[in-house]
């Protein structure tokens, strides 16, 4: 890796000065060398391509987005329609992990399309507490809800009742 820090500048330096003979004798020659116009078009591309790879993004995590926070990714998701589903009353608990969680406890809210509350409870941390970048989670729901498409509320859990509350994620939920 040091190489390359030390071997690049030398290498463009014989390149600009390649370079500038190249172009001299092309102004010497008054253009009406084609060899000497050809070389001198590949030393600018080479000069280019190394000063834009060198001057490059090296490869740190800084460079790229951020991982979003607060997101969770369900084991059970329908592709079709991106949905969670789920098979009551035989399989009432929804796993997945959760991306950077910036909250110690979460909650989440099952409601009809019309915003009737049916389900509510805590998401939990599979290992006990959300301190990890990534995190599984379990989700367990009433077996006792109807079939149909609902509506599953992830919220940040919140002891007292004056602080408002939003909604980290939202996402379709089907009981099939």
């Known amino acids: 890796m040091e ?16 370079f500038a003979f190249v172009c001299l004798m092309v102004w010497l020659l008054k253009g009406r ?5 050809t070389r001198k078009m590949k030393l600018g591309a080479a000069i280019i391509a190394i000063t834009g790879v060198s001057t490059g993004c090296p490869p740190v995590v ?7 926070q607060n997101s969770f990714q369900f084991d059970s998701i329908d592709y079709n329609d991106y949905s969670v589903f789920a ?4 399989d009432s608990v929804l796993t997945g992990t959760v991306m950077e969680p910036t ?46 498409c609902y509506l599953l509320s992830i919220l ?5 009742a004056d602080i408002p509350e939003y909604e980290v ?4 939920l089907k009981i099939k």
């Open 3 to 18: 190489y390359k820090r030390f071997i690049t500048p030398i290498l463009l330096v014989g390149l600009f000065a390649a």
């Open 87 to 90: 098979d009551l009353p035989n």
């Open 103 to 148: 909250y110690n406890q979460y909650q989440f809210k099952v409601s009809t399309t019309d915003s009737q509350l049916v389900d509510h409870g805590m998401v939990e941390a599979v290992d006990g507490s959300f301190d990890k970048s990534t995190e599984a989670f379990k989700i367990t729901l009433n077996s006792q809800i109807d079939t149909g």
């Open 62 to 68: 800084t460079c790229y987005d951020p991982m979003p």
């Open 33 to 37: 060398s084609g060899k000497f116009i």
């Open 156 to 160: 940040p859990y919140q002891r007292t």
């Open 169 to 172: 994620q939202n996402i379709r």
